[in-house]
């Protein structure tokens, strides 16, 4: 896990809301490895993209647009604009970031509004002090469209939930995703 440990140590002066996401938040949460990851992404709230970008001097950032990478300019992102990637400078280090909305307190689904969970819990910490997005909330994006490495995520994940967590989970499901297969599991 030392990608999430120099991710972690490239933000440690970063004084916004931030976390790892996607598969290392699982096997941070998790506590090691599960799987293979081809990539890292942090996720921040949409309202600070500015702030993270002057913080992440050095680096050039493309945003995707209809799946396809273009060049970002100076403009403030709104939906349905929601990745940037990020390529140091002179390292080459990459760097997904995941723009998340945030409202009255509430974190909001950006796939279905009628999904919140509160702010104060969307961002969970490791021992050695890495912040992670909360297991409950990347499962919920992973549930859309499955893949293999998805399932093996919720199946790493689901009996380590906290009860309300677990209930979070079912009940965002049946609403985003009706009748998936990872419900009757919870």
Not at 21 to 32: E, I, K, N, Q, S
Not at 79 to 106: D, Y
């Amino acid at each position: 896990m030392e990608v999430c440990r120099n991710v972690a140590e490239q933000m440690s002066s970063y004084n916004q809301p931030w976390g790892i996401a996607g598969g290392w938040a699982v096997d941070l949460f998790v506590g090691r490895k599960t799987r293979g990851h081809e990539d890292i992404e942090i996720a921040v709230f949409r309202d600070d993209q500015h702030i993270l970008k002057n913080f992440l001097d050095g680096w050039t950032f493309e945003k995707v647009v209809s799946g396809e990478l273009r060049p970002l300019g100076e403009e403030f992102l709104q939906l349905p604009i929601h990745e940037l990637h990020a390529v140091h400078e002179t390292s080459g280090k990459r760097l997904e970031i995941l723009l998340n909305e945030v409202e009255n307190g509430q974190w909001i689904f950006r796939r279905e509004p009628s999904i919140s969970f509160p702010q104060q819990q969307l961002f969970k910490v490791t021992s050695e002090g890495i912040p992670y997005l909360h297991p409950a909330i990347v499962l919920l994006y992973k549930a859309k469209m499955s893949r293999q490495k998805d399932d093996a995520d919720f199946f790493a994940v689901k009996d380590l939930l906290e009860k309300a967590d677990r209930k979070f989970l079912q009940k965002s499901l049946e609403v985003h995703v009706p009748g998936h297969r990872w419900i009757g599991e919870l």
